[in-house]
């Protein structure tokens, strides 16, 4: 099997975060590749927010249907 064929075989969906902070040249670099997947019609309907804040963070959550994730 290819590497691609594999990455894609072996996806998997983390829901569980850290409170490890990350540097800002990382998360630009999550970002850009973030913004590089493909997207149906490569239409690029896609939105992201950044926080770091938990007060935004709870503010948000209804807008994800209260998700845990959302918070974390």
């Not at 913004?35 to 239409?43: K, L, P």
């Amino acid at each position: 099997m290819n590497a691609t064929i594999s990455t894609l075989m072996n996806h998997a969906t983390v829901r569980k975060y850290s409170n490890k902070e990350i540097s800002e040249a990382h998360l630009n670099t999550i970002l850009e590749a973030g913004c590089r997947a493909s997207t149906t019609g490569n239409m690029q309907l896609y939105s992201i927010i950044v926080s770091r804040s938990a007060e935004v963070k709870e503010a948000l959550s209804p807008c994800h249907f209260n998700q845990p994730m959302v918070k974390q």
